[in-house]
């Protein structure tokens, strides 16, 4: 089954910015749709965006778009999440999620059956 481990994360300052990792081993994403998610205090997860691996055609929490965006690496085999103008709100854990690939974007955590095991991202004021 397809291993998915997050690197990236770390402390920033708010108004600073942080690119994320997501690495598939086992196979590649050539079929899949990886979104990522992010659990903050309240422990609710968060649906942040997602990205077809087959075209890199990408879909956004409305409520992040123009500070986050996420990308693809053909040859690394990696799916990426730049944060960009980090607010004390986005802190939290970051996972990424994957499923073979769909013709709808789905923002439910109970659709997506691979998992990593999560980056923290702690923005400060």
């Known amino acids: 089954q397809v291993q998915l481990v997050e690197s990236g994360g770390g402390l920033v300052q708010a108004g600073g910015s942080l690119r994320l990792s997501c690495a598939a081993s086992?196979?590649?994403?050539?079929?899949?749709?990886v979104a990522w998610f992010r659990q903050g205090p309240g422990k609710k997860y968060e649906f942040v965006g997602a990205?077809?691996?087959?075209?890199?055609?990408?879909h956004y929490s409305s409520s992040l778009k123009g500070r986050f965006t996420i990308s693809r690496d053909n040859d690394k085999n990696t799916v990426s999440l730049q944060m960009n103008s980090l607010k004390p709100e986005d802190t939290g854990v970051y996972y990424c999620?994957?499923?073979?690939?769909?013709?709808?974007?789905?923002?439910?955590?109970?659709?997506?059956?691979?998992w990593g095991q999560g980056t923290q991202v702690t923005v400060s004021s």
């Open positions: 999620a994957g499923i073979l690939s769909t013709r709808f974007w789905y923002e439910g955590t109970d659709v997506y059956p691979y």
């Open positions: 990205i077809q691996w087959s075209d890199g055609n990408t």
């Open positions: 086992g196979r590649t994403f050539s079929s899949y749709t």
